[in-house]
T-cell receptor
Framework: GQNIDQPTEMTATEGAIVQINCTYQTSGFNGLFWYQQHAGEAPTFLSYNVLDGLEEKGRFSSFLSRSKGYSYLLLKELQMKDSASYLCAVRPYGGRRALTFGSGTRLQVQP | EAGVTQFPSHSVIEKGQTVTLRCDPISGHDNLYWYRRVMGKEIKFLLHFVKESKQDESGMPNNRFLAERTGGTYSTLKVQPAELEDSGVYFC????????????FGPGTRLTVT
């Protein structure tokens, strides 16, 4: 079976750093994705991890530990426009490309 | 480069009626996916096309749902007859044949069945 957990809501202050965690238990693993989704809009791709370690892309970084079934998304220098839902998704092993999503973490950035 | 587009953006139909959703992927993307999100739940996979062929339809809930991708370009998802539990947001995504196969999503079609 597939199970992906992430916190439902988080609040942070403009200019601060926030870490959004994601744990997964899936029948296979071939990569973990983070997406950002503003209300009423399309999910947009943020990052991809398939090997253990940290991937940095500007203000956003994503970390993966396959042995622990754990990932986090780190957002630095938070801006008001970062208020959105952040979706963790896993691609299973094998030829399947289907993504299994968590329920998403709604981040509210306050002034 | 144009992104993934979906039509309509909203649809309100009565139980028992038929609705057809359309998705236009990014030009050149052979892979096309349908997902849906019902109220309060996570986004769930429905099916995956590679060009015009159904590669994986393991997420299709039942035979009231029919997806097509004639010619390997745009895709349609028909729900016939619609039931109340079909209400939700239907997302389409597309991807290229790359190392990561990251999927680019459309804005979704919000379907309300009354």
């Amino acid at each position: 079976g597939q199970n992906i957990d992430q916190p439902t809501e988080m609040t942070a202050t403009e200019g601060a750093i926030v870490q959004i965690n994601c744990t997964y238990q899936t029948s296979g693993f071939n990569g973990l994705f983070w997406y950002q989704q503003h209300a009423g809009e399309a999910p947009t791709f943020l990052s991809y991890n398939v090997l253990d370690g940290l991937e940095e892309k500007g203000r956003f970084s994503s970390f993966l530990s396959r042995s622990k079934g754990y990932s986090y998304l780190l957002l630095k220098e938070l801006q008001m426009k970062d208020s959105a839902s952040y979706l963790c998704a896993v691609r299973p092993y094998g030829g399947r490309r289907a993504l299994t999503f968590g329920s998403g973490t709604r981040l509210q950035v306050q002034p | 480069e144009a992104g993934v587009t979906q039509f309509p953006s909203h649809s309100v139909i009565e139980k028992g009626q038929t609705v057809t959703l359309r998705c236009d992927p990014i030009s050149g993307h052979d892979n096309l996916y349908w997902y849906r999100r019902v109220m309060g739940k996570e986004i769930k996979f429905l099916l995956h096309f590679v060009k015009e062929s159904k590669q994986d339809e393991s997420g299709m809930p039942n035979n009231r749902f029919l997806a097509e991708r004639t010619g390997g370009t745009y895709s349609t998802l028909k729900v016939q007859p619609a039931e109340l539990e079909d209400s939700g947001v239907y997302f389409c995504a597309s991807s290229q044949e790359t190392r990561t196969y990251e999927q680019y999503f459309g804005p979704g079609t919000r379907l309300t069945v009354t």
